[in-house]
């Protein structure tokens, strides 16, 4: 991910991303040196330690740190819809990567952007968004298709009992806007 609208001390980490389209979870495993606004903002977090966001199916939003604190984002975030593209408009081909693929733009709080390969299978390559207005910059994921597949996780990667600081029952989070942010999460 590079983030440096949200992030500006560490614009750019690494992610493992967990999605059911189904069940309308997913799950962020941010690793080491990750800027993510939630985890950033919350205080008892080390900034920058790994950090996994989940936006579970029983509507609420658990963080949890690595040193196995876990907390309820006060607001639920929620999970992509899979048909957050509906209403988009087909930009073209454009080379990302050494890759020809296909953009999409769709309106949403920002004007954001999507490229999926030009295969059958339309694997994503890269999603971004452009936040105009607000803070300028990029928030941008860079897929790695080498370890990209459709079938779905485990179901415990969306159980908040399985997550570190076995989330269940855990607190509401004392979260504050990070500095160097300047758009909000309403809470």
């Not at 966001?53 to 690595?66: E, F, I, P």
């Not at 994503?124 to 860079?142: A, I, M, S, T």
């Amino acid at each position: 991910m590079t983030a440096p609208a949200d992030s500006k001390s560490r614009p750019v980490w690494r992610f493992d991303y967990y999605y059911d389209a189904v069940g309308l979870t997913d799950r962020y495993d941010h690793k080491a040196g990750q800027g993510d606004e939630l985890c950033s903002g919350i205080r008892a977090f080390q900034n920058g330690e790994p950090c996994i966001v989940l936006n579970a199916a029983d509507g609420k939003t658990y963080v949890a740190s690595a040193a196995a604190d876990c907390c309820i984002f006060p607001v639920h975030i929620g999970a992509v819809r899979p048909d957050w593209l509906r209403g988009g408009k087909r930009n073209g081909t454009a080379s990302i990567r050494e890759e020809v693929v296909e953009v999409w733009t769709v309106a949403g709080q920002y004007v954001n952007f999507y490229a999926s390969s030009l295969d059958e299978r339309r694997r994503p390559v890269r999603y971004w968004e452009q936040k105009v207005p607000g803070p300028q910059g990029l928030k941008q994921w860079d897929f790695d298709l080498s370890t990209f597949n459709y079938s779905l996780p485990n179901a415990s990667v969306f159980d908040p009992a399985t997550m570190p600081g076995r989330c269940l029952g855990a607190a509401a989070c004392d979260w504050h806007k990070p500095s160097g942010i300047r758009h909000s999460i309403v809470v």
